[in-house]
């Protein structure tokens, strides 16, 4: 079946500029996460989703950044007044119940000019 | 959460047998101990889990002594196409946030 899909696949903004980043999970995925990557290192939790909730933000760095799973399933991250040092990979990920398993999508490359 | 060390590279040749170490000296007595495989411009995919002794699947066999504070992740005749950064990660399944925890991983070059 299907995996984890992410769009925009790259997107170039500029400082002080509002994106959206959005992510489709497996069909059935009840639990969903965003990481973000930066070059040379490994992905860094940002938020969790079981559901509709977002059952831990701990990751997220401050208030620009915020993610919605409305109904359930696509989940869009969406950080407000970018950043130079937003400039990352943004990876989704998603499981069936939680754990340790999870499945990644390819990510989007986001670059703050 | 047990945080884990691996070395930074390795360098191997097709055909060989590569053994990838991690140390996890803190591990908690609920913590499972899970591989992953990152290529360069995707996301990672889950290679293999252990709680203790060996595992084996069609990729990789995952071997953790009785102590569990290591494990070592084994690929058997790689070739070209297995490299990629390996990350071990330790965590519990029960644990309510589920968030994996990445150290930097382990670079792994296959030469010809």
Not at chain 1, 86 to 102: I, K, R, T
């Amino acid at each position: 079946g299907a995996g984890v899909s992410q769009t925009p696949s790259n997107k170039v903004t500029e400082k002080g500029k509002y994106v959206e980043l959005r992510c489709d999970p497996i069909s059935g995925h009840t639990a969903l996460y965003w990481y973000r990557q930066s070059l040379g290192q490994g992905p860094e939790f940002l938020i969790y989703f079981q559901g509709t909730g977002a059952a831990d933000d701990s990751g997220l760095p401050n208030d620009r950044f915020f993610a919605v799973r409305p109904e359930g399933s696509v989940s869009t991250l969406k950080i407000q007044r970018t950043e130079r040092g937003d400039s990352a990979m943004y990876l989704c990920a998603s499981s069936a119940q939680g754990g340790l398993e999870q499945f990644f999508g390819p990510g989007t490359r986001l670059t703050v000019l | 959460l047990a945080k884990t060390t691996q070395p930074i590279s390795m360098d191997s040749y097709e055909g060989q047998e590569v053994n990838i170490t991690c140390s996890h000296n803190n591990i908690a007595t609920n913590d499972y101990i899970t591989w992953y495989q990152q290529f360069p411009s995707q996301g990672p995919r889950f290679i293999i889990q252990g709680y203790k002794t060996k595992v084996t699947n069609e990729v990789a066999s995952l071997f953790i002594p009785a102590d569990r504070k290591s494990s070592t992740l084994s690929l058997p005749r790689v070739s070209l196409s297995d490299t990629a950064v390996y990350y071990c990660l330790v965590g519990d399944p029960g644990d309510s946030s589920y968030k994996l925890i990445f150290g930097s991983g382990t670079r792994l070059l296959v030469r010809p």
